[in-house]
Structure formats: structure tokens, C-alpha cells
């Protein structure tokens, strides 16, 4: 009788995962446990409330990038500058128009990132980059020969985020793609 209900248990163990091959598996324990296993009637194996799956939280229905995008044009009017043609106005005006641009896009980028030089060196001092230096912090140019550490002129501190904020997209799946809604006055 045992070999019987070690192959039945093997069987089930094979064929079933999860939950139910786990409720097979106390049932038998407590059967071979029990001193008059087989004798009288079965024990009844109150089964445990199966876990429910979570299902997948759905992704976003628009990317970060464009929300970055978004509040850019939204508070600086940076894709309307970029997009707009040059060509009909004067140095002057253009300049009038950066300025704005400059400081709004500056205010939205230190409130989701609140940026810093990557290095506190000047621009134009010595830094030594020292060996196993990560490729994704500096970014080696000119006459690159040899084997770290490099000893070079800063050509740029680089930027780092000291935090990445950016506001959570609550619109409509349709509108997901949207950087700048339409305009339209009414009367």
C-alpha cells in the first residue's frame, strides 16, 4: 500500500505545481504521520484558499519622456521655439525669445532633476580619470593612448541628477501622445 501512495504522490507531483500539488503533499505527510494510517475513515484535508494572482499592473500609458516634453513646452514653450522657422526675425528678437526659453526650461529641469556639475574642477583645469573609470561618467577625447589613469583637460564638468521627478501621467489613453493640447478662444 505504501508504494502505491508514494507513486500516486510522484505521479501528482509531476503532473500538478502550485497550490494543489502543495495540499497533495500535506495530505500525504499527515496520512504517513497519522498511527492508524489507513485504518477508519479519511481524513479530511480542508483545503487553503488559493492565492490569487495579481494581475500585471498595466504600463503607463504615456512615457516619461513625453510628460519631460510636455512640461517643457508647457512652462517654457521650448517645442514651439525649436519647431518655429528663424528666418523672419531680427537677432534681437530671437535673443528676446531664447532668454525666456532659457530660464523656463532651466526652472523645469531643476525642479524634476535638480542637476549638478558631475565634477566641481573648472572648465579648462586638469583632471585625472583614473583606472576602471565608468564609460557612462566620462567620455575620453582626443588622442586616447595607453592605459588608465588619464591625466587630460576638462572640456565639460558633465551634468548629474541629484533626484528624478516627473509628475505622473492621469489623462485620457487617448490623449497620451499629446505634448501640447489645441488652443482654441472662444468668443
Same mark, same amino acid.
Not at 36 to 61: D, I
Not at 162 to 169: D, F, V, Y
Given at each position: 500500500?505504501?508504494? @502505491? ?7 501528482? /507531483? ?9 495540499? @497533495? ?5 499527515? !496520512? ?18 488559493? &492565492? /490569487? ?8 500609458? $504615456? %512615457?516619461?519622456?513625453? #510628460? ?13 521655439? /525649436?519647431?518655429? %522657422? &528663424?528666418?523672419?526675425? !531680427? ?9 525666456? =526659453?532659457? *530660464?523656463?526650461?532651466?526652472? /523645469? ?6 542637476? =549638478?556639475?558631475? =565634477? #566641481? ?15 557612462? *561618467?566620462? *567620455? &575620453? @577625447?582626443?588622442?586616447? #593612448? ?6 587630460? $583637460? ?7 541628477? #541629484? ?6 501621467? !492621469?489623462?485620457?489613453?487617448? !490623449? ?9 478662444? @472662444?468668443?
Amino acid at each position: 500500500m505504501r508504494r @502505491i501512495w508514494i507513486a500516486v504522490r510522484a505521479f501528482f /507531483v509531476a503532473l500538478v505545481h502550485g497550490e494543489a500539488a502543495r495540499l @497533495i503533499e500535506e495530505a500525504l505527510e499527515r !496520512s504517513k504521520q497519522s498511527p492508524a494510517a489507513g485504518a477508519g475513515p479519511p481524513v479530511a484535508v480542508e483545503p487553503k484558499p488559493a &492565492l /490569487v494572482k495579481k494581475p500585471e499592473p498595466k504600463p503607463a500609458a $504615456r %512615457s516619461e519622456a513625453l #510628460t519631460l516634453l510636455a512640461a517643457l513646452q508647457r512652462e517654457a514653450r521650448f517645442v514651439d521655439f /525649436v519647431k518655429e %522657422s &528663424l528666418a523672419g526675425y !531680427s537677432d534681437a528678437q530671437i535673443a528676446a525669445a531664447a532668454r525666456e =526659453v532659457h *530660464r523656463d526650461c532651466g526652472a /523645469v529641469l531643476e525642479r524634476f532633476f535638480a542637476l =549638478v556639475p558631475a =565634477v #566641481t574642477q573648472e572648465e579648462g583645469s586638469m583632471l585625472e580619470v583614473p583606472a576602471g573609470y565608468d564609460a557612462g *561618467r566620462y *567620455r &575620453l @577625447i582626443g588622442n586616447v #593612448t595607453g592605459q588608465p589613469p588619464y591625466r587630460g $583637460r576638462l572640456v565639460h564638468p558633465g551634468w548629474e541628477a #541629484t533626484r528624478c521627478e516627473l509628475p505622473s501621467w !492621469s489623462g485620457k489613453e487617448e !490623449s497620451a501622445r499629446v505634448v501640447a493640447p489645441v488652443e482654441v478662444e @472662444i468668443g
